[in-house]
């Protein structure tokens, strides 16, 4: 582990060997003339000859028949028509659907179908279309042929005789797998948009929730069964690879790996690609494909776990070595990448460079954009947890001894991104300790315990003094949960424990690996300046949007109620001795400020208050008394004219929310993270310091006002 990560560290390229697809022998000519496109690349077998053109390529069927079992797919999903002739026809659609429904219920069983229903020209009658599984839940299959509709037919034909009907039904088609019931379910929305329902009367608007309803809840119905005599390999390098060094670097791959086994391979290289880059040609990075048979000539199988792959990519990254090419094995849990998504998950959208895709739904949607953005995956079964906490181990030890600034960034890079891993880890395994569904002493002291580990979130690099504060917060939450622990949870909080600490070791060697590079690490320099510079963008846009005196006069107003939380947070830990009444004084004086410039109509205040509990109420609170100040007073109240300086006469908090009130009204607000414990004056650059503090976008205020909702719905839940 530590030489792959010190290779990858130092600009080596993942192998990457990945299994396109399955097929029966009757796809090895389809699966040959794409890897070969159509003959017009030149395909070469596992006994170093070259084959061009069709009409060669077509002996390999000839070569390779015997060792394909030619086993039929099962039919899963049919197609059907359905048409009723009646004089009494519903008059209205919802009628006309539940009668379909009933009807179909009644011919398929017990079998999950969508349908969509349109009137006979004639006004006798109506059609239905539709799509359904051909398995039912006591294994019973129809065929989807002609036999099948006869079975159908039969069923129908006695409830049609019943309601003076004339009922014909038939099978217009039928397939194997969830690709093909997707495809059937899209047609049948595109051609009827808005009416196509399924058996429990759920509409299905579009293509997306047509291939969610496929892929979450057809599938375990199928009991697909599909024929593996040959399966589809790709190995792809980056692109700018020495091409003949990866062609022949893959040819000794597959000599190596499936010694005994028939199979062909193809170079694809994007400068002799003759496929166009629209129709999926002229792929930036140089790949090879391999068709390969599933079974030897005598008589073996491959087999084709998780084991073989990471072996294979073991494999590959040597000999790709071994021909001067710099590349490594790499596993998914080395920086908790997320998991692949499969192509029935995805279409492309745009080929152009690096292929787009969409989700063929949503679970598929969500995947692809987790993958895409390289979001962290948490790692779940135990084994998975013991690799993470070693390469994390690994990344920090290759940081800490390298002497490489490249090097020494990357490593902190990726054990910085294991490290979100597991804190999200830890919080899992510690959200069961809910005191509201077990008010016990322990469970509330596991709790706070949890919160107290996590406070480290907040300052990803610490200062020693901090981290030593931090340290001393988590010992004494352990100990407190620890005196009331019961005898039997004892083993169950050992367990936390140890992940608290271990929590507790890493900080701390991140405390110290900052210490040792600090702000003359060149990478770490650079990504400061990138993010400065961000920031200096973003400022100007806020700026624009918002006006610099409205933005301005809110970062004051939470600048200082930030400040304020900050000191209670310090008494409240020990850190500073303070009066906590007059803390809390101070802070309640700040909120009402800020509050009286959101109810003079500083929206950029006004939408902070949408995650800020205490702000909202300041804010309500003033309005209030706006409104109580419209409404008449006595004849002998005192009058003040409104726009006239009298600032002589009020007091700081009158004279605050006078000056507030002439503050621009622009609509739209960002929110500022954290502030600094200084005070910022407008003197000292106000505009550039707000954006520098992680400021918000409307977007990811929505997106915290969704979390903390969901968090809160976990909360009643558990």
């Known amino acids: 582990m530590r030489s792959r990560f010190a290779a990858l560290a130092s600009g080596s390229q993942p192998a990457v060997v990945k299994l396109a697809s399955f097929g029966g022998g009757g796809r090895l000519g389809a699966m040959i003339n794409y890897v070969s496109r159509n003959g017009a690349v030149i395909v070469e077998t596992e006994r170093g000859e070259d084959l061009r053109g069709r009409d060669e390529l077509a002996g390999i069927h000839r070569d390779w028949d015997h060792l394909m079992g030619n086993r039929a797919e099962s039919r899963d999903i049919g197609t059907f028509l359905v048409e009723v002739m009646e004089t009494e026809i519903p008059n209205t659609t919802a009628d006309l659907h539940t009668r379909a429904r009933t009807l179909l219920q009644r011919g398929l069983g017990d079998r999950s179908f969508v349908f969509a229903v349109t009137s006979a020209g004639d006004g006798r009658g109506y059609r239905v279309e539709g799509v359904s599984v051909l398995r039912d839940s006591a294994g019973e299959r129809l065929t989807g042929d002609a036999k099948a509709s006869a079975i159908v037919q039969e069923r129908l034909g006695d409830e049609g005789r019943k309601r003076q009907q004339a009922v014909t039904f038939r099978f217009t088609g039928y397939g194997n797998g969830i690709d093909y019931?997707?495809?059937?379910?899209?047609?049948?929305?595109?051609?009827?948009?808005?009416?196509?329902?399924?058996?429990?009367?759920?509409?299905i608007i579009d293509a997306k929730q047509a291939a969610e309803l496929v892929q979450r809840d057809w599938r375990k119905q199928l009991h697909s069964r599909k024929s593996r005599d040959v399966m589809h390999v790709v190995m792809s390098a980056r692109a700018g690879t020495d091409v003949e060094a990866f062609h022949a670097a893959a040819r000794d791959f597959l000599a190596r790996e499936f010694a005994g086994y028939r199979y062909v391979?193809?170079?694809?290289?994007?400068?002799?690609?003759?496929?166009?880059?629209?129709?999926g040609g002229k792929r930036p990075h140089v790949h090879v494909h391999a068709i390969i048979a599933m079974r030897s000539d005598a008589g073996d199988r491959i087999e084709t776990s998780i084991a073989s792959f990471r072996r294979?990519?073991?494999?590959?990254?040597?000999?790709?070595?071994?021909?001067?090419?710099?590349?490594?094995?790499?596993?998914?849990?080395?920086?908790?990448?997320?998991?692949?998504?499969?192509?029935?998950?995805?279409?492309?959208?745009?080929r152009k460079g690096r292929t787009q895709h969409e989700g063929t739904s949503e679970a598929g949607q969500r995947r692809y954009e987790a993958k895409r953005a390289d979001h962290q995956n948490i790692a779940s079964t135990p084994d998975s947890k013991i690799y993470s906490m070693?390469?994390?181990?690994?990344?920090?030890?290759?940081?800490?001894?390298?002497?490489?600034?490249?090097?020494?960034?990357?490593a902190t890079a990726q054990a910085i991104r294991l490290e979100a891993d597991y804190d999200r880890a830890f919080r899992q395994e510690m959200g069961s300790s809910d005191p509201r569904s077990n008010p016990s002493q322990y469970r509330i002291n596991l709790v706070k315990l949890a919160k107290t580990v996590g406070e480290g979130d907040i300052m990803r690099h610490m200062t020693r003094q901090e981290f030593e504060s931090y340290e001393k917060r988590v010992e004494t939450a352990l100990f407190q949960a620890e005196r009331e622990t019961p005898q039997n949870e004892r083993e169950s909080f050992e367990k936390i424990a140890a992940v608290a600490r271990n929590h507790v070791n890493l900080r701390r060697e991140l405390m110290e690996l900052q210490e040792q590079g600090g702000p003359t690490d060149p990478g770490l320099a650079r990504s400061a300046r990138k993010q400065s510079?961000?920031?200096?963008?973003?400022?100007?846009?806020?700026?624009?949007?918002?006006?610099l005196r409205a933005a301005e006069a809110a970062n004051r107003a939470m600048l200082e109620v930030e400040r304020c939380r900050d000191e209670i947070g310090k008494a409240m830990s020990g850190e500073i001795k303070a009066d906590r009444a007059a803390l809390q004084a101070d802070l309640q004086r700040e909120i009402s400020k800020a509050g009286e410039l959101g109810a003079e109509g500083n929206t950029l205040i006004r939408e902070i208050a949408e995650v800020d509990e205490e702000l909202r109420v300041a804010i309500e609170r003033a309005e209030q008394s706006h409104?109580?100040?419209?409404?008449?007073?006595?004849?002998?109240?005192?009058?003040?004219?409104?726009?006239?300086?009298?600032?002589?006469?009020?007091?700081?908090?009158?004279?605050?929310?006078?000056r507030s009130s002439e503050l621009e009204r622009d609509h739209g607000a960002v929110h500022p993270d954290r502030a600094p414990r200084e005070q910022t004056r407008p003197s000292d650059g106000i505009g550039i310091e707000l954006a520098r503090q992680h400021i918000r976008r409307p977007e990811q205020l929505q997106g915290e006002i969704d979390d903390r909702r969901e968090q809160e719905g976990d909360e009643r839940e558990q």
């Open 533 to 547: 510079d961000e920031a200096d963008v973003y400022w100007q846009e806020v700026v624009a949007r918002h006006g």
């Open 627 to 658: 409104d109580d100040r419209k409404t008449p007073k006595p004849a002998d109240a005192p009058i003040v004219e409104v726009g006239t300086n009298n600032s002589e006469n009020l007091g700081p908090e009158e004279e605050f929310g006078r």
């Open 312 to 350: 294979w990519r073991v494999a590959m990254a040597e000999k790709a070595r071994e021909h001067g090419i710099r590349m490594e094995m790499t596993d998914r849990r080395d920086r908790a990448s997320a998991p692949a998504y499969s192509r029935n998950q995805v279409r492309p959208t745009n």
């Open 181 to 203: 019931g997707s495809a059937r379910v899209r047609d049948l929305v595109e051609r009827h948009p808005g009416i196509v329902r399924t058996a429990q009367g759920e509409a």
């Open 265 to 279: 391979l193809a170079l694809h290289d994007p400068s002799r690609d003759p496929k166009a880059e629209e129709t």
């Open 390 to 410: 070693s390469a994390r181990g690994e990344w920090l030890a290759l940081a800490k001894n390298s002497g490489e600034a490249d090097v020494k960034s990357f």
